[in-house]
């Protein structure tokens, strides 16, 4: 069984949209908001600001190690904690504890869904706006067609 599906990437066949709902973009979606998280607590003192730059710093998915949590994931069976872990694992000592402090995995994975959903909204914008602006070119081409048809 695959955790990482999401229903909502059967329904988008368009490879612009498709990749935001990929196991790898949520995942990067998700150290964003660890990340933000991080740095917020810095700056109001919940964490130190060392230790929120150093945390933000590390939230790249580039940095991890996939193959830890993917073997994680298959182990727990948690969509989170594995990625939490080897944010924990890969960040200074002075860091660690703080990494994930005072989230929850509903704070986490929603708000990175919602960044996600951000995109994919801009992207159906753009897409709506390309098809509104086609539609209006056809209109103007064929204004008259209704007029020509009523003629004959």
Avoid at 21 to 33: A, G, I, M, N, T
Avoid at 46 to 64: D, R, T, V
């Amino acid at each position: 069984m695959r955790l990482d599906l999401s229903p909502s990437s059967l329904k988008f066949k368009t490879s612009n949209i498709s990749r935001y709902f990929e196991q790898e973009s949520r995942w990067s979606s998700w150290l964003d908001v660890e990340a933000a998280m991080a740095i917020a607590q810095s700056k109001l003192g919940m964490i130190p600001k060392s230790a929120g730059k150093k945390i933000a710093k590390n939230c790249s998915l580039k940095k991890l190690n996939l193959r830890n949590i993917k073997k994680n994931l298959k182990k727990t069976g948690h969509k989170l904690m594995p990625i939490i872990s080897e944010l924990t694992r890969i960040c200074p000592n002075d860091s660690k504890k703080y990494v994930h402090w005072g989230g929850t995995t509903q704070n986490i994975v929603s708000n990175g869904d919602i960044l996600i959903l951000k995109k994919i909204h801009k992207i159906l914008l753009n897409d709506l706006s390309d098809i509104l602006n086609i539609l209006s070119s056809l209109c103007l081409k064929n204004k008259n067609s209704r007029q020509n048809l009523a003629d004959e």
